[in-house]
């Protein structure tokens, strides 16, 4: 689960799904990669 995760946070940083919100003029933007699997979950906060 920690693997899809870390992909999960690759993904945001690939895509630039933070784009928008950089532009509008945020700066402090907290990134979170979420798994599941099953009735499991796993959060990991990214840089």
Do not use: R
Not at 18 to 34: A, Q, V
Request: hydrophobic share 30%.
């Amino acid at each position: 689960m920690e693997k899809g995760c870390t992909e999960a946070l690759g993904q945001i940083e690939k895509m630039h799904y933070d784009s928008s919100l950089l532009n509008e003029g945020y700066t402090d933007i907290t990134k979170y990669g979420i798994c599941f699997y099953k009735k499991e979950c796993l959060a990991v906060k990214g840089d």
